[in-house]
């Protein structure tokens, strides 16, 4: 069994920061990739940000000069920094990874983690 748990979600005034962090734990082989997605109230879940075992990231539009995503290995843990944080930032955001358990590759999700920016 794959977990994925997330930390690090609260409320913040506009303007400031908070780190996201996301661990894998649980049997499996290697991971492929993790993201971060979010979902605002009354809009469906998008993409903000994926990092592979490589260390190659991608950033939708809106965030690419602000948020920063990273993968440390070793500890099967994805952050994602998010720096200027604004009132359209607030949503719940998921952590997503790609991971082989044996020959192959599952897509698995996290429980989600409130952000909330207030102006």
């Known amino acids: 069994q794959v977990r994925l748990v997330e930390s690090g979600g609260g409320l913040v005034q506009a303007g400031e920061s908070l780190r996201l962090s996301c661990a894998a734990s649980g049997s499996f082989l290697s991971i492929n990739s993790m993201a971060w997605y979010r979902q605002a109230p009354g809009k469906q879940r998008e993409l903000v940000a994926t990092v592979n075992s490589g260390g190659t990231t991608n950033y939708e539009d809106s965030v690419k000069a602000r948020f920063t995503i990273s993968f440390d290995n070793v500890r099967k843990t994805v952050y994602l920094q998010m720096s200027s944080l604004q009132s359209e930032d607030t949503a719940v955001y998921y952590c997503?990874?790609?991971?082989?358990?044996?020959?192959?590759?599952?897509?698995?999700w996290g429980q989600g983690t409130q952000v909330t920016v207030s102006s």
């Open positions: 997503n990874a790609l991971i082989y358990r044996g020959l192959y590759r599952s897509e698995y």
